[in-house]
């Protein structure tokens, strides 16, 4: 059996260690983060050309099961699975961690989009904490509030006029996350809904601090979808397809 999964996740390393020793497994990675934490198992990296090169792939390399355990904000890459996979008469699963839940004490200010996130800042103060990742800062490109982005690479512009950027990659530890808040002297968090455990401290640290949180809603996942919620999950819903006869054509 060959499952090919499409990762840039936590999540999808962990599968693949999961699933390489009983199963061929390929990890696929788009090739935007520079140095890349790369799964065991075989890797290929870059953009398949659309739906119609994965297609392509996905029957040129015998594949018989499909995960989508890409990041929740990937939505391009997720319809392009989901389409693919009824294309090429393959099964797929979406390999998702839940989203982020409130707790009490959190200030939480839901919207739908960054550019609805860049909106939302006014009255909340000048100093904000961008955690939303490099791609997408245009969005926030003609705000007046000075931002602190944190990514894995360096962003390019268009990116607001008054912005420091802090090169680094979670886990983050709470203690970490506090300082970092303190020191730069922040009045307001913008996050997408990752979910997950490495990301999460800052939303603890705000909370502490009182600060308020922009929160981007994710977008959904592709109608008719089976949804996973951990790689223990999904694993065991290739071990199911292992056993049932393959539908590929
Ligand atoms: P996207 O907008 O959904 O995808 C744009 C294009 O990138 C796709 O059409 C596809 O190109 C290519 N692509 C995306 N994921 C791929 C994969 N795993 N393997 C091969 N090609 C892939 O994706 P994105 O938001 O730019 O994210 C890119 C990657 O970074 C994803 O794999 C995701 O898991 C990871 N990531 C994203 C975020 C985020 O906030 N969006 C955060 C952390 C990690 P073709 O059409 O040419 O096939």
Known sequence: ??????????????????????????SSLAGRVAAPRLPVG?????GFGGVDGLVEWVRAHAVDALIDATHPFAQTISFNAARAAATAHVPLLALRRPGWVPAAGDDWRPVSSLEEAARALDGLGDRVFL????????????????????????PEPP???????????????LEGERELLARHGIDVLVTKDSG????????TAAREAGIPVVVVRRPPV????????????AAAWVRGRAEAPSPRT
């Open 196 to 203: 997950g455990a490495a990301t999460a401290p800052k939303l």
């Open 42 to 46: 075989e890797v290929r990296i870059g």
């Open 222 to 233: 592709p109608q008719g979808v089976p949804v996973a919620a951990t790689p223990e999950e």
């Open 159 to 173: 990116m607001p006029a008054r912005t420091e950027v802090l090169l680094d990659r979670g886990p983050f530890t």
């Open 1 to 26: 059996m060959h499952v090919l999964i499409l990762g840039g996740t936590t999540e999808a390393r962990a599968l693949a260690a999961r699933l390489h020793d009983t199963v061929r497994v390929t």
């Open 131 to 154: 955690t939303t990742g490099r791609m997408g800062l245009a969005a926030f490109a003609d705000r007046p509030q000075w931002f602190l982005v944190r990514s894995v690479d360096a």
